[in-house]
C-alpha cells in the first residue's frame, strides 16, 4: 500500500510504501480500549487519601449515656455520621492502580489506530516540518499551509485537539513555537501512543522513512511486560 508525501506547503512531493502491518490492520476496538484504559491507569497519581473512622482523632468515650437523654444512642464520635467522623469507603493512597501491557499489544494497538485514521483520511505523511523561529507567528503560519492538504482543510479552524505531529528527530523551534497552541500536540515518533492518536483528529508523520522504520521497531522488541 502507498500513501502521498506533501510538503510544509501542502504540496504532493511523492509517495511512500506502507507496511500492511503498521497500516493496513483492520479494526479492533477491545484491543484498543484495553491498552487506552491500562495506560490511563498507570497515568494516576492515586494521590487521593481519606481517613476512615479508625484515622480520625477523638472519640474515646461515647458522646452521651446509651439511655435516658432522649437523644439517639451514639458510641463515638468518629462515626461517619458525625461532621468531623471518618468517611466510608473513600479513596485511599495505598491502592495501586498500575496495570501490566505486553509490549506487542502496545504497539498493535497503536498499529490499529493509525491504520483507521488512514482510512478515515485523517492521517497525512509530511517530508520536513520546520520553523524559521520559535515563535507562535511561525507555527501559525505553518498550519495555514499544512491545511492546504487534501482532506486537512479543517486544521485550520478546528479549536479542540486538532492536530498531533510526530517528529523523527528533535526540533527546539518547533517545539517552542508549536507549543503555544493547546490544541495541538509535538512530540518524536518513538514516544507516540496510541492515547495521543486517539486524543487528536489529525496526526501527521514528518520524515515519512525515518519514522516509519521507527514504528517498525516496535515490534522487535522483547514481549515482557512493562
Known amino acids: 500500500m502507498e500513501a502521498k508525501i506533501y510538503n510544509q506547503k501542502g504540496k504532493e512531493t511523492g509517495s511512500i510504501a506502507l507496511p500492511e502491518g503498521v497500516f493496513g ?5 477491545k484491543l484498543v480500549h ?20 479508625g484515622d480520625v482523632s477523638g472519640g474515646g468515650r461515647k458522646p452521651w449515656r446509651q439511655k435516658g437523654t432522649g437523644r439517639a444512642r451514639h458510641g463515638s464520635i468518629r462515626s461517619p455520621i458525625w461532621k468531623g467522623g471518618g468517611v466510608t469507603h473513600g479513596p485511599t493512597s495505598d491502592k495501586d492502580y498500575s496495570k501490566k501491557i505486553n509490549k ?7 498499529f490499529t489506530v493509525l491504520s483507521q485514521k488512514l482510512k478515515e483520511e485523517e492521517l497525512f505523511f509530511v517530508d520536513a516540518i520546520s520553523l524559521s523561529e520559535p515563535k507562535a507567528k511561525s507555527a501559525k503560519s505553518a498550519i495555514a499551509d499544512l491545511a492546504k492538504i487534501p482532506g486537512a482543510e479543517k486544521l485550520a479552524t478546528r479549536k479542540r485537539n486538532a492536530l498531533f505531529v510526530a517528529i523523527s528527530k528533535k526540533d527546539e523551534n518547533a517545539e517552542r513555537g508549536f507549543q503555544n497552541f493547546s490544541n495541538i500536540d509535538l512530540s518524536d515518533v518513538r514516544n507516540m501512543n496510541v492515547l495521543d492518536v486517539l486524543k487528536y483528529k489529525y496526526v501527521i508523520i514528518s520524515n515519512p522513512e525515518e519514522s516509519v522504520k521507527a514504528l517498525l521497531g516496535r515490534m522487535k522488541q522483547p514481549t515482557t511486560n512493562d
Open 34 to 53: 484495553q491498552v487506552a484504559v491500562s495506560m490511563q491507569s498507570n497515568m494516576r497519581a492515586g494521590t487521593a487519601h481519606t481517613k476512615g473512622r
Open 104 to 110: 506487542k499489544m502496545r504497539a498493535k494497538a497503536l
Open 25 to 29: 490492520l483492520k479494526r479492533n476496538d
